[in-house]
């Protein structure tokens, strides 16, 4: 599923899972004879994301290495303004920057089929961050 669909990780993981439940219920039920994904060594467990946290000095410290401008942004929203990369990233133009109303529009091609093909980041929040030259 993760090479021929294209899916992450998790995803194909949290399929194959439900696939692997209807088929037990299909068994107790006596519709099936076996379960074809009930199969030796394939784990069905989402991994949980990374809940550490990493202070500010870090995030700056880090800002400071990248080797370029364009890096130090490409890290930047992806660390303050939480956009995916490299899906949302590639899609923003400068007509997604609003200065007027402190805002950036952040579009979603991961999102967009539930509906929330994007949403709106306030610049404010990087007034705080002094910008490293």
């Known amino acids: 599923m993760r090479t ?5 990780d998790n995803t194909a993981k949290r399929k194959f899972g439900r696939m692997r439940e209807v088929f037990a219920e299909a068994i107790e ?3 099936v004879a ?3 994904f009930k199969v030796k060594g394939i784990k069905v467990a989402v991994g949980a994301a990374s809940e550490t946290y990493i202070d500010e000095a ?11 401008t364009e890096w130090k942004l490409l890290f930047a929203f992806a ?3 939480s956009c995916r990369m490299p899906s949302e ?11 007027n109303k402190g805002t950036i529009l952040i579009k979603s091609p991961k999102t967009k089929r539930y509906g929330k093909g994007e949403r709106m980041v306030p ?4 007034t705080a961050i ?3 030259p």
């Open 89 to 99: 990233i590639e899609q923003l133009t400068w007509d997604d920057i609003n200065l």
């Open 123 to 126: 610049i404010n929040r990087w």
């Open 130 to 132: 002094q910008a490293t």
């Open 34 to 36: 076996s379960n074809p």
């Open 79 to 81: 660390r303050y303004v």
């Open 58 to 68: 870090t995030i700056k410290e880090v800002i400071e290495h990248c080797p370029t």
């Open 4 to 8: 021929t669909k294209g899916l992450g």
């Open 29 to 31: 039920d006596g519709k």
